[in-house]
């Protein structure tokens, strides 16, 4: 990955981030007529597709929740196999697995299953040209729909490609709404009002990595009303490793743990699961300092799935980082109320579990 420095006034970046949705999508839409579209897609590629577009494959578990939402689900005909490991709870269960999560492609399963349309995620677009060379019936777009800055205009793109435009103007208007109370209410902080904080990023699997804000995930806590303690470090990816003696010398108001959804969070888990997870990872940091740390001592550490931080529901981990950082700003807001709407109001399942801890009540 290219290498970039990360700036320091992160209220630069939120100028930014929130005007991405409001014209890129329109931009990308070259043409359509009743029997085609023509799109640049996420990487940048000029696609036409044939419409009507019936049958999709998405290569990556999060965009085909985004799908989903979308009212698409009896369009997808083949899904990645992290979809049926980690996004169980929206069925699809008979669906076949067409490809490896951000890996290799199976281009005799799509052969079978004759989609209209191949959807990669942005990670894939170095390999873009390659699928479609090796599928030249089947149009092939980068897009993955999951991000705070690229999400809303990919999917207004998908919504016209599907014939979904009511749905997706539905999840984009659920998503303004709340993203807009966060920005409003945490607007006018003074620098001295906002918390530091410390974003680790796949705390499940390996330690002292922060999270920057132009990593996707960071740029979800922006704007949130804290001070990111990454934004100032000169990277060569989206990750920074740190160590503890960094960390320690920071000394966070608070330390923020990346969760891979489907293993230790999400559907089915408990309170009684989380403080037990969270305790773990205080405990495997003890010999290096941790409970030293204002947030330790606090009770500032906290834990969040990514299904609340990548994919259609960023929103709600933008509204658990802001009510963590600031309950007293959004006693009315409740992510967990949230949760259970969106997964009610856009997939009509229930669906009990914890996605971030200490639950932000």
């Known amino acids: 990955m290219l290498g970039y420095l990360i700036v320091a006034a992160s209220c630069l970046l939120m100028a930014v981030v929130p005007s991405l949705a409001a014209d890129n999508a329109k931009d990308q839409i070259l043409n359509k007529t009743g029997d085609s579209i023509t799109i640049i897609d996420?990487?940048?590629?000029?696609?036409?597709?044939?419409?009507?577009?019936?049958?999709?494959?998405?290569?990556?578990?999060?965009?085909?929740?985004?799908?989903?939402?979308?009212?698409?689900?009896?369009?997808?005909?083949?899904?990645?196999?992290?979809?049926?490991?980690?996004?169980a709870e929206f069925g699809l269960e008979d669906?076949?697995?067409?490809?490896?999560?951000?890996?290799?492609?199976?281009?005799?399963?799509?052969?079978?299953?004759k989609?209209?349309?191949?959807?990669?995620?942005?990670?894939?677009?170095?390999?873009?040209?390659e699928v479609a060379k090796k599928l030249p019936t089947i149009p092939?777009?980068?897009?993955?729909?999951?991000?705070?800055?690229?999400?809303?205009?990919?999917?207004k793109i998908l919504g016209q490609i599907l014939g979904k435009e009511e749905q997706a103007n539905e999840l984009i208007n659920w998503t303004n709404k709340y993203s807009g109370i966060v920005e409003e209410r945490t607007r006018d902080l003074?620098?001295?009002d906002k918390p530091t904080f410390y974003y680790e990023y796949m705390s499940e699997s390996s330690k002292w990595q922060a999270i920057p804000p132009t990593n996707p995930a960071g740029m979800v806590v922006e704007g949130c009303g804290g001070r990111n303690l990454a934004a100032d470090l000169l990277l060569?990816?989206?990750?920074?490793?740190?160590?503890?003696?960094?960390?320690?010398?920071?000394?966070?108001?608070?330390?923020?743990?990346?969760?891979?959804?489907?293993?230790?969070?999400?559907?089915?888990?408990?309170?009684?699961?989380?403080?037990?997870?969270?305790?773990?990872?205080?405990?495997?940091?003890?010999?290096?300092g941790f409970g030293n740390l204002t947030?330790?001592?606090?009770?500032?550490?906290?834990?969040?799935?990514?299904d609340m931080v990548t994919g259609p529901r960023w929103v709600i981990g933008h509204v658990c980082f802001a009510k963590w950082l600031h309950p007293d700003l959004f006693e009315d807001l409740s992510p967990e109320d949230m949760n259970k709407e969106y997964l009610k109001e856009f997939h009509e399942i229930d669906v009990p579990g914890i996605w971030a801890y200490p639950v932000p009540k």
Not at 57 to 83: H, K, N, Q, S
Not at 295 to 306: G, K, S
């Open 42 to 87: 996420s990487a940048g590629r000029t696609v036409n597709i044939p419409l009507p577009v019936e049958h999709i494959i998405p290569t990556d578990y999060r965009t085909t929740e985004a799908l989903l939402a979308l009212g698409a689900r009896d369009m997808v005909v083949g899904v990645d196999t992290a979809f049926h490991q980690r996004m």
């Open 95 to 113: 669906v076949p697995e067409a490809s490896v999560h951000a890996g290799e492609v199976n281009y005799e399963e799509i052969l079978q299953l």
């Open 115 to 129: 989609p209209d349309l191949i959807i990669l995620p942005v990670s894939g677009a170095s390999y873009a040209d």
């Open 140 to 155: 092939v777009i980068v897009m993955s729909a999951t991000t705070r800055q690229d999400g809303i205009p990919e999917l």
């Open 190 to 192: 003074k620098d001295s």
């Open 236 to 288: 060569n990816g989206s990750v920074a490793q740190v160590d503890a003696e960094w960390v320690l010398s920071k000394n966070p108001d608070f330390i923020f743990m990346d969760l891979m959804k489907g293993f230790d969070s999400g559907p089915g888990k408990t309170e009684a699961d989380m403080k037990s997870l969270l305790a773990g990872y205080v405990d495997d940091r003890a010999s290096e």
């Open 295 to 306: 947030a330790v001592q606090n009770n500032h550490v906290c834990l969040i799935d990514r």
